[in-house]
């Protein structure tokens, strides 16, 4: 498990705990509120029956199974709220009451029917507060205010009874509603974050595959034709030394010339890998591979990189290196975006490395064709002598495939394959993408 998704599984293990707590703390709440209750409703109900004549038990018993009814609170609030209308004329369910309005306005129960079950309690307790307050007046001699007067009471107690804990549980209600959508969002945010993780997990790993192919196809084209090249040379010298002295130390001179330009090339490419980044670090996986990748293209920018004119440069290696081989070109030459010009000479240079390779002493034709909007380059090669064909050297079957993929990578055309005459046909066309 990566250290994202540890951090993940953690607060989801934190947040399921909190709310489990939550629910045992509000199952506690309403016990502790049921049991008040049920002791409130259970004196008032001995007093109702004392009152009335019934037996202290049976008055003593509903009081207490009445006051209890307050422990489901929030699975029915509406059953709580109307065995409270039931019981004020009894004169009991003071606390079940309040509790009891408070749930079901902070309840998911639809406004109109909060509305009436509040104003059935309002009902309730006005009717047996005027007619309470109406009789203690009446028991004074020497006191009448009026009717007004019992009656501004009644609606002043009855108000003040039903309309904090409506008004508070509706507060509580909104709140808790706006609480849980917050919640969801975050949630689904969360969701969102985790998804967009791992597809940028996905996305650095493609990211690496495609570095270490990058880095691999700069390093062949870097190395690969020039040491052919140092290979063909150095078995040349070694054939004419004893017969051509001269021949021998040109040969000599230009094994030389070949390594010098292999090794200046890579100490370029090497030494931008070192910059600002160490080799170490990097082989150690400290460092990240797309920042080794951005160092080979530092190393080997396509401004800088070879043109297409310089084709007729890496022709005449060739042919100094012993092979036969001619350069036609049709259209009128002109300057390609640097990408284009880079990937052209790649090619051609790439597969006369495999005619050293495998088809020694064979006669190449290198054909460049600049058209209205691309340009196309063909190498092909004649039959070898089979004595002569193999040059002994190594060959790991990238060549090809670095070809392609370049040549594709810019929305071109690749083509490869044997000839009907024994030979091995190489083409590509590349599209041109614009003047430097």
């Known amino acids: 498990m990566t250290a994202m998704g540890a951090d993940r599984e953690a607060a989801g293990s934190t947040t399921r705990g909190y709310w489990w707590w939550e629910r045992r703390r509000g199952v506690a709440l309403d016990v502790g509120l049921a049991l008040f209750s049920a002791l409130e409703c259970g004196g008032k109900g001995v007093e109702f029956a004392e009152d009335t004549g019934l037996p202290v038990s049976v008055g003593a018993v509903f009081g207490l199974l009445a006051g209890a009814v307050l422990v489901v609170r929030r699975r029915w609030p509406i059953a709580v709220v109307l065995v409270t209308v039931a019981m004020t004329p009894a ?42 307050l109406r009789q203690g007046v009446a028991e004074q ?75 691999a196809r700069e390093m062949h084209d870097v190395v690969a034709h020039r040491v052919s090249l140092m290979v063909v040379h150095a078995a040349a010298l070694q054939a004419v030394a004893p017969k051509d002295p001269a021949k021998a130390v040109r040969n000599a001179a230009l094994v030389g010339d070949m390594g010098r330009q292999a090794l200046t090339e890579l100490r370029e490419m090497l030494g931008v890998l070192r910059s600002g980044e160490s080799v170490t670090a990097a082989a150690s996986g400290q460092v990240p591979l797309a920042s080794v990748g951005r160092a080979v293209a530092a190393a080997a920018p396509v401004e800088d990189g070879p043109r297409l004119h310089e084709v007729e440069t890496l022709v005449g290696e060739s042919r100094a290196a012993g092979m036969t081989v001619e350069l036609s070109v049709d259209g009128e030459a002109r300057t390609y975006a640097p990408e284009v010009e880079q990937t052209a000479y790649r090619v051609v240079q790439e597969a006369l490395t495999n005619v050293h390779k495998h088809a020694a002493g064979a006669r190449t034709w290198v054909r460049l064709a600049h058209r209205d909007s691309e340009v196309a380059m063909q190498v092909e090669n004649g039959p070898s002598d089979a004595a002569t064909a193999d040059a002994g050297l190594p060959s790991g079957g990238n060549g090809l495939v670095g070809m392609r993929e370049r040549v594709l990578g810019l929305g071109g055309v690749f083509v490869s394959g044997p000839t009907e005459a024994g030979g091995f046909r190489v083409s590509a066309v590349l599209p041109d993408r614009g003047e430097v």
């Open 141 to 215: 001699v020497d006191f009448w205010p009026g009717d007004w007067y019992v009656l501004l009471i009644s609606l002043f107690m009855s108000l003040g009874l039903t309309a904090p804990p409506v008004l508070l549980g509706l507060y509580i209600g909104a709140r808790r509603r706006l609480m849980e959508s917050l919640r969801e969002r975050a949630d689904s945010l969360e969701r969102e974050l985790s998804l967009l993780a791992d597809r940028a997990e996905e996305r650095a790993e493609w990211a690496r595959t495609e570095e270490r192919t990058r880095i």
């Open 91 to 132: 004169g009991m369910g003071f606390l079940m009451g309040l509790v009891g309005l408070y749930s079901l306005a902070a309840s998911e129960v639809p406004r109109r029917i909060t509305a009436v079950l509040a104003g059935m309690s309002f009902t309730a307790t006005f009717i047996v507060a005027y007619v309470e």
